[in-house]
């Protein structure tokens, strides 16, 4: 079946707009992460949904993030008032959570700030 | 929290010889090793992992190990090939039903040059 798909690929955008990412998680799939990848960077860990439980914000930087998701398929992850250090490509993944430990991930989303 | 460490941040073979990349990791709870591949451009995708229960995993020319004392594992890559230049991540996680966020490490650039 299909992968994890995220839209859109790229998104240029002005400092102080908000931005809406948005992935497709595999189906059937009970828990998704979002990340941040800087430039040349490793992935650092922002937000995970795990079926009807409160999502783990842990990782979020600051409030200007939040993200939702409905049941267990679409999340969007939205960024207000956004600052040039939040370019960075933004990965989503998705699990067969209870069945397996391995996170599929989509080809991410490319976040220029200008 | 993990903080998991990778070496080196590049690497250059030559085609036909082996890559060793090595990772440590800090919480001695985590129990799942996976190592991603990511090519330029798209997201990052699963090559091997191991989990604490296990010294040991081989799957053709790749092969990873695990020591649990020390807190370090390692990616083995044999008989290296053009198409295995890429970014390698490495990651920790402590999977339970409910949780699974990957710690990254920042990543090897691998170069085989034919």
């Known amino acids: 079946g299909a992968g994890v798909s995220q839209s859109p690929s790229n998104k240029v955008t002005e400092k102080g707009k908000d931005v809406e990412l948005r992935c497709d998680p595999i189906s059937g799939h009970t828990a998704l992460y979002w990340y941040r990848q800087r430039l040349g960077q490793g992935l650092e860990f922002l937000i995970y949904?795990?079926?009807?439980?409160?999502?783990?914000k842990s990782g979020l930087p600051s409030d200007r993030f939040s993200a939702e998701r409905t049941g267990e398929s679409v999340s969007t992850l939205t960024i207000q008032r956004t600052q040039q250090e939040d370019s960075a490509v933004y990965l989503c993944?998705?699990?067969?959570?209870?069945?397996?430990?391995?996170?599929?991930f989509g080809p991410g989303t490319r976040l220029t700030v200008l | 929290g993990e903080n998991v460490e990778q070496h080196p941040s590049t690497l250059s073979v030559q085609e036909g010889d082996s890559a060793v990349i090595k990772c440590t990791y800090s919480d001695s709870a985590s129990n799942y090793f996976p190592w991603y591949k990511q090519e330029l451009g798209k997201g990052p995708q699963l090559i091997i992992d191991i989990r604490s229960n296990v010294g040991e995993k081989k799957d053709q020319r790749i092969a990873v190990t695990l020591n649990k004392t020390a807190k370090h594992f390692s990616l083995h890559i044999t008989e290296t090939q053009p198409e295995d230049s890429a970014v390698y991540f490495c990651a920790a996680s402590i999977t339970k039903a409910g949780w699974g966020k990957l710690q990254f490490g920042a990543g090897t650039q691998v170069v085989v040059t034919p």
């Open positions: 993944a998705s699990r067969l959570a209870e069945a397996t430990d391995t996170q599929y």
């Open positions: 949904f795990q079926g009807n439980s409160a999502p783990d």
